[in-house]
């Protein structure tokens, strides 16, 4: 079992930046892909962005891309989405989520631990 508690979110203008942190428990972090999910209201949740097990690669959606940096230390258990030029449509509750092995996809279906999720209001 994997805890996962997000941290960081809050209210912030457009053009603006907010760091997301990912503190995990339970077993070991380096052994489980990252993956970062938001729902906006009155959506389904999508992917955002993903970092594999060891932190080499990094892959983000189109809407992410350029703007967003994942990161992790797995020395302190925990996983990072750094988002900067925050636009209004950016608003929505972020989730945290972890796949056992080296990486975890672009689909929820395919993570095994979630987090209950931070939100993120972008005022314009």
């Known amino acids: 079992q994997v805890q996962l508690v997000e941290s960081g979110g809050g209210l912030v203008q457009a053009g603006g930046s907010l760091r997301l942190s990912c503190a995990a428990s339970?077993?070991?972090?380096?052994?489980?892909?990252i993956g970062w999910f938001r729902q906006a209201p009155g959506k389904e949740r999508e992917f955002v962005a993903g970092?594999?097990?060891?932190?080499?690669?990094?892959y983000y959606a189109d809407s992410a891309k350029g703007r967003f940096t994942i990161s992790r230390d797995n020395a302190k258990n925990t996983g990072y989405l750094q988002m900067n030029s925050l636009k209004p449509e950016d608003t929505a509750v972020y989730y945290c989520?972890?796949?056992?092995?080296?990486?975890?996809?672009?689909?929820?279906?395919?993570?095994?631990?979630w987090g209950k999720g931070t939100l993120v209001t972008v005022s314009s």
């Open positions: 989520a972890a796949k056992w092995g080296p990486v975890g996809g672009t689909s929820e279906d395919a993570m095994d631990y």
């Open positions: 339970g077993r070991t972090f380096s052994n489980y892909a």
């Open positions: 970092i594999t097990w060891r932190g080499t690669t990094t």
